[in-house]
């Protein structure tokens, strides 16, 4: 048997998980700079040298305005979430969408999507449902992975206030209804 | 190949495999990759139970104490997950893509011919059709992505057009980021 060649270690980096040197493709490589300038200085050169410039800035800021408190720069950045591309992903509005999709003429099911985002366990929510409509309803998969409760039957209009008073954390005028496909607030 | 939200939710079943596809699994790891072999028995120890979770898309992973290590595509060759092949990293062959390329690479994209052939590729002569190869970038020491050769090196470099390479797996996609599934 040859010798055993010795598993090759990587470094990866601590924010992101990629190896190191990937990370100026990565996600966020703004992030990961300050991780990368103590674990990996020698990756990126021109990095280490823009952070001691920076250094340098801040020591003459503190120097020139010791009176004034950094409140200014304590400020929560808006997080934006970048999608690969740099589009930047809008951060959604929690809402409940709810559909109703006829099926056999006079039989129709009510979706209801959306209800995990207040916090809401779908599979508890089912069985309220179905118990309070009498009807069947069950958590199924929906068309973008996301999770979404069906119930059987016509409940268009008693499921504003059943949702309302079951979880009272869900706002009225975040319940929206789908109709001729518009989007129709419920209140 | 794997989405960025490939999760463990994709995964419909996990199954404990008998000994004798266990053999089969090993053995064409073994002949896949002869590189492999001296340590293939730290990776796959014969003793320790090997599961297969079968996937969407009729992808199989293998995995060994809740880690992926190879994966493969119907009853296609075994490949390796791109941290095995951080770890041992001459197991495959190599082919380059210059550095303009590494963005689309990691957002997904299959391997262009020009990529390949351009100052900054490289391309290993000896690569055939429809075999995995591990794809390296220019001025970068670990490799980025796993792919799937769809012509061979010498009619990439003279086609030079298209898809020269389906891109299997790549940083931070899906399998990526499953470090481990329980």
Same mark, same amino acid.
């Given at each position: 048997? #040859?010798?055993?060649?010795?598993? $090759?270690?990587?470094?990866?980096?601590?924010?992101?998980?990629?190896?190191?040197?990937?990370?100026?493709?990565?996600?966020?490589?703004?992030?990961?700079?300050?991780?990368?300038?103590?674990?990996?200085?020698?990756?990126?050169?021109?990095?280490?040298?823009? #952070?001691?410039?920076?250094?340098?800035?801040?020591?003459?800021?503190?120097?020139?305005?010791?009176?004034?408190?950094?409140?200014?720069?304590?400020?929560?950045?808006?997080?934006?979430?970048?999608?690969?591309?740099?589009?930047?992903?809008?951060?959604?509005?929690?809402?409940?969408?709810?559909?109703?999709?006829?099926?056999?003429?006079?039989?129709?099911?009510?979706?209801?999507k959306g209800l995990e985002l207040f916090g809401v366990k779908l599979n508890d929510a089912s069985k309220k449902l179905g118990?309070?409509?009498?009807?069947?309803?069950?958590?199924?998969?929906?068309?973008?992975?996301?999770?979404?409760?069906?119930?059987?039957?016509?409940? $268009?209009?008693?499921?504003?206030? $059943?949702?309302?008073?079951?979880?009272?954390?869900v706002p009225e005028n975040a319940i929206y209804f789908i109709e001729d496909g518009k989007k129709v607030p419920a209140v | 190949m794997f989405h960025r939200v490939f999760s463990s939710e994709e995964v419909s079943a996990q199954n404990q495999v008998k000994a004798s596809v266990q053999r089969k699994i090993r053995q064409s790891i073994a002949d896949e990759y002869p590189g492999l072999e001296p340590v293939l028995e730290d990776l796959l120890p014969k003793k320790s139970p090997l599961i297969v979770a079968k996937c969407q898309n009729h992808l199989n992973l293998v995995l060994v104490n809740n880690v992926p290590l190879f994966f493969n595509i119907r009853d296609g060759p075994y490949m390796p997950t791109l941290r095995l092949l951080h770890q041992y990293p001459n197991i495959m062959k190599k082919l380059q893509v210059d550095r303009g390329a590494i963005r689309f690479v990691l957002a997904g994209a299959n391997i262009m011919c020009p990529g390949l052939t351009s100052p900054g590729g490289v391309l290993d002569d000896e690569v055939g059709a429809e075999t995995p190869v591990a794809i390296m970038a220019e001025g970068k020491q670990h490799a980025l992505a796993i792919g799937f050769t769809k012509m061979s090196a010498k009619d990439i470099r003279t086609i030079n057009k298209g898809i020269g390479i389906d891109n299997m797996h790549y940083l931070n996609d899906g399998l990526w980021k499953m470090e481990r599934l329980d």
């Open positions: 048997m #040859a010798e055993k060649p010795q598993p $090759f270690q990587v470094l990866y980096c601590g924010v992101c998980g990629l190896p190191a040197e990937y990370c100026e493709f990565g996600p966020d490589f703004e992030k990961c700079k300050p991780w990368l300038i103590q674990n990996a200085p020698d990756l990126y050169p021109d990095l280490v040298k823009e #952070a001691g410039s920076k250094e340098a800035d801040k020591v003459s800021d503190q120097l020139s305005s010791t009176s004034i408190s950094d409140a200014g720069s304590s400020k929560p950045k808006e997080e934006v979430k970048r999608l690969p591309g740099g589009k930047i992903k809008k951060k959604e509005k929690p809402e409940i969408i709810i559909e109703k999709m006829t099926r056999n003429k006079r039989k129709c099911i009510t979706t209801v118990k309070k409509f009498a009807t069947g309803a069950s958590v199924v998969k929906g068309p973008t992975e996301k999770e979404q409760i069906d119930v059987q039957g016509d409940i $268009f209009y008693d499921i504003v206030d $059943f949702i309302t008073e079951t979880w009272p954390d | -």
